[in-house]
């Protein structure tokens, strides 16, 4: 049972443009979301991260939006930079059985 | 600083090895995670150490052991590996186990 799903498995976008990832879930009972970005071979980096009380939280290009209703969010990238290009897992976090479960991933393309 | 480190980077093993993976932060983390990763895959908790103790285990096959010797090392005890467990083992921190995760770089494991 795939709690975090991102439908989309790859995403290409011209620099200078905006990326928006999307991710959906199903248990209501996550307290916090996060997105990663990951190089391959390397370790998932943290980006930025959103409570589930809030809809929006933005640090520098990186905006996350949360609709609790759609059980949906959203990571907002711009200006895209060719550095971006990786892929990217949202995560969501529930306070009660303290695990952090990933989504499927999205492989992020930024094309010159 | 939110560096955690890893050793080795790769480890190639046959099925009769007995080896061990490392994990270290000195962010005064109370709260060491193992993670395994396949390829194309979501990251998959394995084990969570809180305060040293273990809080979490996936169900996980007795060949892998983990230990927490103290607040800033995680290991993880292989032994008896299947060719299946191939796969890049991420260690990761955070301040509590409610905290942002933070991970590290990962160890590729190859088991012949």
């Known amino acids: 049972d795939q709690q975090v799903k991102q439908n989309s498995p790859s995403l290409s976008v011209q620099e200078g443009r905006i990326s928006i990832l999307n991710c959906d879930y199903t248990n209501s009972m996550f307290d916090y979301f996060l997105w990663y970005k990951k190089y391959p071979a390397e370790g998932p980096t943290f980006l930025i991260s959103i409570s589930s009380i809030k809809d929006k939280n933005e640090d520098g290009r990186f905006t996350v939006f949360l609709n609790k209703s759609a059980k949906h969010l959203s990571l907002h990238i711009v200006p895209s930079q060719p550095g971006d290009s990786a892929v990217y897992f949202c995560a969501a976090f529930n306070f009660g059985n303290e695990k952090l479960t990933f989504g499927t991933g999205t492989r992020l393309t930024i094309i010159p | 600083d939110t560096e955690v480190t890893q050793t080795p980077k790769h480890l190639v093993m046959g099925m009769t090895n007995k080896k061990s993976l490392k994990c270290e932060q000195h962010m005064g983390h109370r709260a060491m995670y193992w993670y395994k990763q396949k390829a194309k895959k979501p990251p998959e908790l394995m084990f969570v150490?809180?305060?040293?103790?273990?809080?979490i285990n996936e169900s996980v096959p007795s060949r892998f052991s983990p230990e927490c010797p103290n607040s800033s090392l995680l290991n993880l005890h292989l032994h008896a590996l299947q060719p299946e467990d191939s796969a890049l083992y991420l260690c990761?921190?955070?301040?509590?186990?409610?905290?942002?995760?933070?991970f590290g770089p990962g160890t590729r494991l190859t088991v012949l």
């Open positions: 150490y809180s305060y040293e103790k273990l809080s």
């Open positions: 990761a921190s955070s301040g509590t186990a409610t905290d942002t995760q933070y």
